[in-house]
Nanobody, 116 residues
Framework: QAQLVESGGGLVQPGGSLRLSCAAS????????MEWYRQALGKERELVAA???????NYADSVKGRFTISRDNAKNTVYLQMNSLKPEDTAVYSC??????????WGQGTQVTVSS
């Protein structure tokens, strides 16, 4: 099974940037897509961005034009570049490896706080 470790979260001022990383290890066979989710305190979990094995991407409307998902296959790492951050982007961000069966392997999450 796949193991995922996120990093790169922290405290940033509004308008700032952060880059999250998700390092994958273990068996990545039959993984069709990598996804970033976030969950803010008291709110439902939200799919932020996804990238398929073929490189297709999609984004939540709330982050389009500000966030970019990418992958480095040689490093088995997926990134989420977050620019023009807003206070409402504050959440725990989690990486998911989506198996072809629909099952998802989850990382432990990393906190992103946008505040002045």
């Amino acid at each position: 099974q796949a193991q995922l470790v996120e990093s790169g979260g922290g405290l940033v001022q509004p308008g700032g940037s952060l880059r999250l990383s998700c390092a994958a290890s273990g068996s990545m066979s039959n993984i069709n897509a990598m996804e970033w989710y976030r969950q803010a305190l008291g709110k439902e979990r939200e799919l932020v961005a996804a990238i398929t094995i073929g490189g297709s991407t999609n984004y939540a409307d709330s982050v389009k034009g500000r966030f970019t998902i990418s992958r480095d296959n040689a490093k088995n790492t997926v990134y989420l570049q977050m620019n023009s951050l807003k206070p409402e982007d504050t959440a725990v961000y989690s990486c998911v490896a989506r198996h072809g069966s629909g099952f998802g392997y989850w990382g432990q999450g990393t906190q992103v706080t946008v505040s002045s």
